[in-house]
């Protein structure tokens, strides 16, 4: 499971903008997570849960914010969601080589008293 080594690494960020900023103790941790970056929310929580006393943050909350990966099609310009058809353009059926979004780990925003 590598939501744990993903959840070490975010509050470790966590506690050391606490500590810089002269925080006491966090509050809240948010994070954005897209749906091709192989992160399970689930598994995410998790973690958090089972880390959050060793980094001050024993009574903090983890917010996902998660991010539907987003093609465009290289032929016909067209953008759809990787969900609804995986690589393949809904348009004109050629393979799309670019993704827009869905790639996001990313630890967005830290609140702390």
């Excluded at 809240?28 to 929580?45: C, E, K």
């Excluded at 093609?71 to 670019?98: K, S, V």
């Amino acid at each position: 499971m590598h939501e744990v080594g993903i959840m070490e690494g975010a509050l470790d960020m966590a506690r050391r903008l606490l500590e810089e900023n002269g925080g006491s103790r966090l509050v809240r941790v948010h994070m954005t997570i897209g749906s091709l970056s192989g992160v399970v929310p689930d598994a995410l929580q998790s973690a958090f849960l089972a880390l959050k006393d060793a980094y001050a943050a024993g009574n903090a909350a983890l917010e996902v914010t998660w991010v539907e990966a987003l093609c465009r099609c290289d032929d016909c310009q067209e953008d759809f969601l990787f969900t609804d058809h995986g690589y393949i353009c809904p348009g004109c059926g050629e393979p799309a080589l670019a993704i827009l979004r869905g790639r996001e780990l990313e630890l967005t925003r830290v609140e702390w008293e």
